[in-house]
Nanobody, 114 residues
């Protein structure tokens, strides 16, 4: 059974940092593109960042460039999202997703207090 499990969310003050993890089980990264998405209350889910597990190329939404960093550890089947300089507008449930598949994690809540 394929599973993606996110962790690392929490409550943090504006300007603070968190590190999210997405660990896959039931399959191994094999050149897959893994994306982080987020959904705030009353808003549509939006893409935040993604990484290719083959060449580690990355992409970021304009709203998080320079503040968030995505990375992967293929040996651990884990993708990370380092969130720095957090803002209240970063508050959302963060999900990871294997692009081109139907695999999503259950999400982890990030709440930034101002």
């Amino acid at each position: 059974e394929v599973q993606l499990v996110e962790s690392g969310g929490g409550l943090v003050q504006a300007g603070g940092s968190l590190r999210l993890s997405c660990t896959a089980s039931g399959f191994t990264f094999d050149g897959d593109v893994i994306g982080w998405f987020r959904q705030a209350p009353g808003k549509e889910r939006e893409g935040v960042s993604c990484i290719s597990t083959s060449d580690s190329s990355t992409r970021y939404a304009d709203s998080v460039k320079g503040r968030f960093t995505i990375s992967s550890d293929n040996a651990k089947n884990t993708v990370y999202l380092q969130l720095n300089s957090l803002k209240s507008e970063d508050t959302a449930v963060y999900y990871c997703h294997v692009e081109g598949s139907g695999f999503w994690g259950q999400g982890t809540q990030v709440t930034v207090s101002s």
